[in-house]
Each structure stands twice: as C-alpha cells, then as structure tokens.
C-alpha cells in the first residue's frame, strides 16, 4: 500500500472514530439533556400523544390529561388555573414547562427511570406509556383562604402568601397575585397559544411571575424578627433588657435621623426589647443594628436560610440577601429591613416557621409524594432539618415577644379567639415613585403551632396613607392560619 493510500486510510479511520465517539456521546452521555429541552420536537410530539401523569391536590386534580380527538389525542387541562398556576405551572407544544409541569417532568411523562417496568410492560401490549402522578403538600383549604384573602383587597392586587408546616417544611399555601390561566397555554390551537404567551409577556403586572419565590422585596419591620434573634442570641440582651426609644436616632456619619413610622418616642427614651418589638420601633431596632454589627445580622440571617436557594420543586427561586458591607448607618437601616435587605415572602415564612419550631428551619418542599401509573408509591418526601437559627431558648422568648405584638401591639388585627397566635407587622418603604410594600409574618397556636404564615401585599392599590401590614395583610394571615387550625 502507497503512502497516499495508507495515509487516506488513517484518515478516513480517524472520521469513523471520531463519528463513533460523537453517537456514543449523542446517545448515552446527552441522552437525557437532549430529551428534556422543549425544542426537541420528536420527543414534544411524542409526550403529547400520550396520557400525562395528574397533579395532585389532597386527592383531586390540579392538573390532568384528557382523552380529545386531535392529532394529540390527549389535552392538558387545569380545573382550578388562577388558583394553582404558580405551582402546577404550564405544559405548552410551544413554550415548553415550567413550575411542577418542568421539575417532575421525567414522573409526568413516563420517562422516568424508575418507569422502566411500566414501559416494557406498554411496550408488549403496543399501548402509550403512561405518566404517574404527583402529589403536593398543599392544604386545599389553606390555598383557598390565601387566594381568596388576596383577591378580597381587588382583581388586580398584586402581592404573595406563603404558608408553611413548621415541623415539617412542607408548603400548605402558595399564591401569587396576579395570576393566569395555564389552560391557554396547554390548548393545541398553536395560533391560539402564542396570542395568550404574547399578552402574558406584555403584560407590565408580570402574571407569569411567582412573586412567593422569584422576586425579593424590602421586608421592612418582618426583619426586626431576625435582628431581635442576633440580639437575644449574643447573649447581651434578653426579653426584657432596655434599649433606647425616643422619636430619633442619630446615624453617625451623616446629617439625617432615623425615625420611626409613626413619629412618636415608642414608649419613652428607655423601653425593653420586647416593648420594641410590641411597637415596632425604628429607634431601638436601628440601635441594636449599630451595636451588633453588620456581620453579627449577616450571620444571623444566613441562619434562616437568605444567600441560599433551597426550594427543588419549583425552577426559579431566588436567594434573599442581606447587604455585604454596609457602613454604620446603613447598618442601622439593614436592622430594620430596608437598605438593601431583600426577601422572598417563602424566605420570611421560613423565618417564622424556624422561631416556632423551636430554632430550627426544616428545608421546605412542595411535592409529597409521586407515584407510578398503577398507584404504587415511587418515592416520599422525608422532613429535613435545613438549618439551626437559634437555640430554644431564644425561639421560646422570641414567640413570647411576637405573642405580645399580637395581643397588645401592632397586630392585633391578627388575632383568632381562643387561640394564641404569634406575629409580626411590617411596612417597608421603596421608591418615592410607588407605594410601600405591606407585610405581615405570624404562626399559630402559638403553643403548638400547626402553620408559619408570610403575606405581601406590594400593591392594593389603595391611598398610601391606607397601606400597613396590620391593616392589609394580617387579615390574610389571619384567614390562613384558621384554615389550618380548623381543617
């Protein structure tokens, strides 16, 4: 063999190597990114023409697939859309999935390893594999209390609850305001679909948006929970040590005070820690901030869970933040929950969740169960601890001091007969040009508590001398909260 041959031969051997390695690569190494992208037309056409696997709500379907008479042959369909759109999400031919539709998708479709028997077994009988079925921690009744509270301050609130198991982390209310209906999503009328993605899109209240977990928000006086917990954890400070009231506070460095909400004195120049809380006063708070320091509440933070994310069930959620070097003053405002203090209303439901489970943060989820088309069980949500925030002892004075801010301070609009409940107001300021952000944090019985409850309300619409987390949004938690305890 000449050269020119030989060296043509090696060539044409290094191509079928390299092509070999590239299928080996495509098919095994790729396979499963390859079959999850929503561009991928074969395998989007062949999930549409078979019966994916339901939703589950408490037993009844959020979300489910049935039989039409279309090159399809199965149609998504959501019986209660507005209600459960930000958790079902959707299952578009288009666009793809995104919320439980995405993260379970493997489940939902069939394709899930764990499927394998079931598909051998479709596959002798020449039958569609089949989807199993997922089931959420949702509590129907806490679901509708959130949506309905929401809905009740007008259509176009916009705003979030979150509502969670504090000995468990399972989520038992998610609702985001506004909303949308995934059924224009899932139709198969493509033209159809595509006018409802493009309103959706344009749409400057943002419908799609899941403000629980994927937007942070100045979470005001809620902050003052985590600020008393660095506090009472230094060992400096107890329940009833004083701290100073009065109507100001000087910010060093700068020519500007800091005031409280109200402009009154909280009580007087000396008040106790609880006093502060009871009230909610700026002074003492911004105080303690300076005294402790900015990295004292960093860590603090960091304890309830803000820097990470943590919630698999749901793509999207972001981490809530604390700022990283602030100066005195800034420090002081960061005590208080404005500066650059930023939080997901799942973030300050964990806050709250953490001091009534006795100090600690269990690692939140939303999908309990899943199962396969023949109802067997595939796999069961265990309770994780997530993180220690604080001792019990801490978390015992903490739910005392919130216990007062419902019964005597500023929630009491919270408050449920018969029944203790714990909690914490918060109005939070942002840009001159739009109004402040109304917050309400809780859990109850507060002696053996059922359900941690956090309510945003970013806008209601209403005059801004109107907007408060006792006025807006404690009714909500409230609402919530008896939906757990009488279920």
């Known amino acids: 063999m000449n050269k020119p041959i030989r060296t043509m031969s090696i060539f044409c051997m290094a191509l079928f190597m390299a092509l070999l390695l590239n299928a080996t690569y495509l098919q095994y190494l790729q396979a499963d990114e390859l079959n999850s992208r929503n561009d991928n037309k074969r395998v989007r056409d062949a999930e549409f023409s078979r019966e994916r ?38 299952y578009s031919y288009t666009y793809g999935r995104n919320a439980v539709e995405l993260t379970h998708n493997e489940i939902l479709s069939g394709s899930d390893p764990r499927l394998f028997v079931n598909r051998v077994v479709d596959l002798f009988g020449n039958s569609e594999p ?81 403000r629980a977990i994927q937007e942070v928000y100045p979470p005001g006086s809620t902050f003052k929970l985590v600020t008393a917990a660095a506090a009472l954890s230094s060992g400096q400070y107890t329940p009833d040590s004083t701290v100073p ?28 820690l609880t006093e502060a809380l009871m009230v909610s006063c700026n002074v003492s708070f911004g105080y303690l901030g300076m005294q402790l320091g900015a990295d004292t509440l960093r860590e603090q933070a960091q304890k309830f869970g803000f820097g ?7 793509n999207g959620q972001v981490a ?12 002081a405002l960061s005590a208080i929950g ?91 300021q942002s840009s001159p040009d739009r109004p402040p952000y109304a917050w309400f944090v809780s859990f109850a019985p507060a002696d053996n508590p059922a359900v941690a409850v956090a309510v945003l309300v970013e806008d209601a619409g209403v005059d801004r001398d109107a907007i408060s987390g006792s006025g807006l949004a404690a009714p909500i938690a409230k609402r919530v909260m008896e939906a757990v305890i009488n279920r």
Not at 145 to 167: C, F, H, M
Not at 254 to 269: E, I, Q
């Open 53 to 90: 696997g339901a939703i589950l709500v408490s037993g009844n379907s959020i979300a489910r697939s049935e039989p039409v008479d279309d090159q399809f042959e199965f149609q998504r369909v959501y019986p209660q859309p507005q209600k459960y759109a930000h958790l079902s999400g959707y």
């Open 130 to 210: 089949e989807g199993g079925d997922v089931t959420l921690t949702i509590d129907p009744q806490a679901q509708n209390a959130a949506y309905d509270g929401l809905r009740a301050l007008g259509n176009n609130v916009e705003g979030a609850v979150v509502a969670i198991d504090p000995s468990t982390g399972g989520i038992l209310a998610m609702v985001s305001s506004p909303s949308y209906d995934p059924n224009r999503l899932a139709s198969h009328n493509l033209s159809k679909v595509q006018d409802a993605w493009e309103q959706l899109q344009s749409n400057p209240e943002e419908p799609l948006l899941n």
């Open 245 to 272: 009231g009065g109507t100001s506070l000087d910010l060093p460095q700068t020519d500007t005070d800091l005031v409280n909400d109200s402009g009154g004195d909280c009580g007087g120049r000396r008040i106790t």
């Open 308 to 314: 990470e994310r943590y919630l698999e069930d749901l």
């Open 320 to 331: 809530s933040r604390f700022p990283e070097d602030p100066d005195e003053p800034q420090t």
């Open 338 to 428: 404005q500066f650059d203090v930023a939080s997901t209303p799942l973030q300050m439901a964990m806050v709250t969740a953490g001091i009534a489970n006795g100090g600690t943060v269990m690692k939140p989820y939303l999908v309990d169960e899943v199962r396969s088309p023949d109802l067997d069980p595939l796999e069961k949500t265990n309770p994780e601890p997530f993180r220690t925030a604080v001792s019990a002892d801490v978390a015992r004075d903490l739910t005392q001091m919130m216990i007062e801010v419902v019964d005597r301070g500023t929630a009491t609009p919270a408050q449920i007969p018969g029944i203790k409940v714990a909690g914490k107001t918060g109005t939070a």
